[in-house]
């Protein structure tokens, strides 16, 4: 759950660490993530693929990752407005 949630809340401000690049190792899935999670200021930071239909990647929880992504729509990647601030 907390690959998912950290997602969500990356996707949520903005965050340049998600990107819909395919992986060229899942040109077939019709959505190819790469997740970037850094835990904090300076550490070292965990890189994951996702990907959805079919579902695979090495994210924890791609399953509910997937489910999640699809849930909240492709509007989760709509640019964040610069006056808004992140809830984060």
């Given amino acids: 759950m907390l690959g998912v949630v950290a997602f969500a809340a990356l996707s949520a401000c903005g965050s340049d660490g998600t990107s819909d690049a395919p992986d060229?190792?899942?040109?077939?899935?019709a959505t190819s993530l790469t997740v970037v999670v850094t835990p904090d200021e300076g550490a070292k930071a965990s890189t994951y693929q996702l990907t959805c239909d079919p579902v695979g990647g090495t994210h924890p929880q791609a399953e509910e990752a997937c489910a999640a992504l699809a849930k909240a729509g492709a509007s989760i990647f709509d640019q964040v407005p610069a006056d808004q601030a992140c809830t984060m």
Avoid: E, L, V, W
């Avoid at 060229?24 to 899935?29: I, L, N, R, T």
């Fill in 24 to 29: 060229s190792s899942s040109s077939d899935a």
